[in-house]
């Protein structure tokens, strides 16, 4: 059954670095989305990414977060210069189909620490 | 955000038991739902979905109910077995929405 991957499973940084997590969705999948999760709390949008471009982001995703398809497999998320607050698991997941309909698939996601 | 509410933390049902989750949502932009299955260590494994035009979706021993005048939906789990034990979360989405709004998940457990 196809699945999507994430690498590195685990990513330990030091504040202020720049860190990029990456993504290979499912490879009929169109539409791209990051979530997080900060231990003890819920899972959180941060953005989706559909032809090659933002569809839609949160409150969380500023100017230190940015997402970009290199090619046309992976899909990654760079982390300009990391804070201890964006310490959490991050999801990477994909979609057939957009706007308010499919079902989304995620990665086993990515632990990032920041110390 | 609080618009996905899951007022149980845990949940321990004994198997070949039913196991019942609850969700609330408040914002009723909301049409569909879907309901995923995180085991430690993993990502959110896709369970089933529905869409406010309906009112019950079943797929094999999982079965979800939507009661949209009162923007309460439940998950039936029957029977439970063993390898039910994980973080059960309830999602939601508007018509013009991206992105999924989760609850906070609700941790189940089967007893032998």
């Known amino acids: 059954e196809p699945e999507v991957t994430q690498t590195p499973s685990h990513q330990v940084t030091q504040m202020g670095q720049e860190v990029i997590l990456r993504c290979v969705p499912i490879s009929n999948h169109l539409y791209f989305y990051w979530y997080r999760q900060i231990l003890g709390q819920k899972v959180e949008f941060l953005v989706s990414?559909?032809?090659?471009?933002?569809?839609?982001k949160s409150e969380i995703f500023d100017d230190q977060f940015s997402v970009e398809r290199p090619d046309g497999s992976n899909f990654t998320l760079k982390i300009r210069s990391t804070k201890l607050e964006d310490s959490a698991m991050y999801f990477c997941?994909?979609?057939?189909?957009?706007?308010?309909?499919?079902?989304?698939?995620f990665g086993p996601g990515t632990r990032l620490t920041v110390t | 955000d609080q618009q996905v509410k899951q007022n149980s933390p845990s949940l321990s049902v004994q198997e070949g038991r039913i196991s019942i989750l609850n969700c609330d949502y408040t914002?009723?932009?909301?049409?569909?739902f879907l309901w995923y299955k995180k085991y430690p260590a993993e990502g959110p494994t896709f369970l089933i979905s529905i869409s406010s035009i309906k009112d019950k979706n079943e797929d094999g021993r999982f079965t979800v109910f939507l009661n949209k005048s009162a923007k309460h939906l439940s998950l039936h789990i029957v029977p439970s077995q063993p390898g039910d034990s994980a973080v059960y979360f309830c999602a939601a989405r508007g018509h013009n929405d991206y992105k999924l709004s989760f609850g906070a998940g609700t941790t189940v457990t089967v007893r032998a």
């Open positions: 914002n009723s932009m909301f049409d569909y």
């Open positions: 997941a994909s979609s057939d189909e957009g706007l308010g309909r499919g079902e989304q698939y």
């Open positions: 990414f559909y032809n090659n471009e933002i569809s839609e």
